[in-house]
């Protein structure tokens, strides 16, 4: 049993980690929102990527390690519950008060992610209305109920005709 705690212990750590790099790494996405840096923007999306990668594997693990021992979780990676995975066992006192403290400080990292998320979605709302009236400034829009488009005048069966005559 208490190579499975140090299993969880592991496992618990890694996640506590890969949630801290992802809060990291949206900072950095807000400032290159900030900046306007596209290049950096993408990195980060591809980044971000790869973190929710492995955070999946490390909840895959976890269920792994409770379906070794025996332990039915009922549990999918989709509906991963870090509440509900440390009630399913027993450990000793020091392990599970350890396991709690991850447990709060994993929670504290996901609030972090889910703001600064937010606030990165918030940002990016804001310069696209920048930009948007920017080019609705440079370029006219057609009143409403009007035609926009482009028109010559002659029709298409007179195009190749010398003189255009109006009825």
């Known amino acids: 049993m208490e190579n499975f705690a140090d299993g969880i212990e592991r496992l618990l750590i890694k996640k506590h980690d890969a949630y801290r790099c992802l809060v990291s790494l949206l900072e950095q996405e807000r400032r290159a929102i900030v900046d306007m ?3 950096s923007i993408w990195k980060t ?3 971000k990527k790869e973190i929710g990668k492995t955070i999946e594997t490390l909840r895959n ?3 792994y390690l409770l379906e070794q021992q025996g332990i039915d979780h009922s549990m999918a990676v989709a509906s991963f519950s870090l509440t509900k995975f440390l009630s399913l066992f027993s450990v000793a006192n020091g392990k599970k008060a350890c396991f709690l403290a991850l447990k709060d400080t994993i929670n504290t990292d996901k609030a972090d ?3 600064l998320a937010s606030a990165n979605q918030r940002h990016v709302q804001e310069r ?3 930009i948007n009236s920017l080019v609705a400034t440079l370029v006219p829009q057609p009143e409403p109920g009007s035609y ?3 028109r010559s005048g002659r029709s298409p069966a007179s195009a190749n005709c010398f003189i255009n005559k109006a009825v």
């Open 128 to 130: 696209l209305k920048i």
């Open 148 to 150: 926009g488009g482009k």
């Open 113 to 115: 992610v889910a703001r």
């Open 37 to 39: 840096d596209v290049a």
């Open 61 to 63: 693990s976890m269920l």
């Open 45 to 47: 999306v591809t980044r």
